[in-house]
């Protein structure tokens, strides 16, 4: 029973954090200063009912309430400022937000089962954090990568160019006067090099 309660607590608190996230694309200033206090806002309602509960209940309510806190002012930050470096620090965040209410969850157990509990908590985060940042390598190296391919297509597309120029003025030795002339013109002009 308690248990349910506490699930049911925990989706609407990441409910009420994720709609105040929702960002459009061009967020302004004025709308990412609302954002977050409704941000806050929410965060004082969520912790304000976790003081209904009693004991550990109330630990993991506000753990669960700060959390979804800096989650969605993390979410928030990398709506309004987007980049690979604002998505991996929202991931981290989300990882040790997840942490801190793991780590209050095994606040119930004990001897090994609590032990137990706490390296698997701090195994889902190092597993987080490390897929996180697994996530910005492969965007940055993809942006990178992306970067290096256009300026080889640029370099080929020159260097096609080039070649196919030096085609044309040869085709063009061939003739003599008023027809070499404007047959040099036209592949000056066709090949970009006036």
């Known amino acids: 029973m308690k248990r349910t309660h506490l699930t ?19 967020m302004t200033k004025a709308s990412y200063d609302e954002a977050g206090r409704n941000i806050e806002a ?15 209940a109330q630990d993991i309510c506000e753990a669960q309430a700060k959390g979804a806190q800096n989650v969605a002012h993390a979410e928030l930050k990398a709506d309004y400022k987007p980049s690979h470096e604002s998505r991996y620090d929202a991931r981290v965040v989300k990882a040790d937000a997840d942490y801190s209410v793991a780590r209050e969850m095994c606040d119930d157990k004990a001897g090994n089962d609590k032990d137990v509990c706490m ?14 940042k697994v996530s910005l390598k492969t965007a940055d190296a993809r942006t990178h990568a992306a970067k290096d391919i256009t300026a080889v297509r640029q370099d080929a597309a020159q260097d096609k160019r080039d070649a196919n120029y030096a085609v044309a003025r040869e085709k063009c030795d061939a003739l003599s006067g008023d027809p070499k002339a404007a047959c040099t013109s036209e592949a000056k002009t066709q090949y970009g090099k006036q």
């Open 119 to 132: 390296k698997e908590a701090k195994a889902a985060r190092v597993t987080a954090k490390s897929n996180a």
């Open 42 to 56: 929410q965060y004082k309602t969520a912790k304000a009912t976790c003081k209904s509960l009693k004991d550990n």
């Open 8 to 26: 049911l607590l925990a989706a609407a608190i990441g409910t009420a954090f994720s709609v105040a996230v929702s960002a459009s694309p061009a």
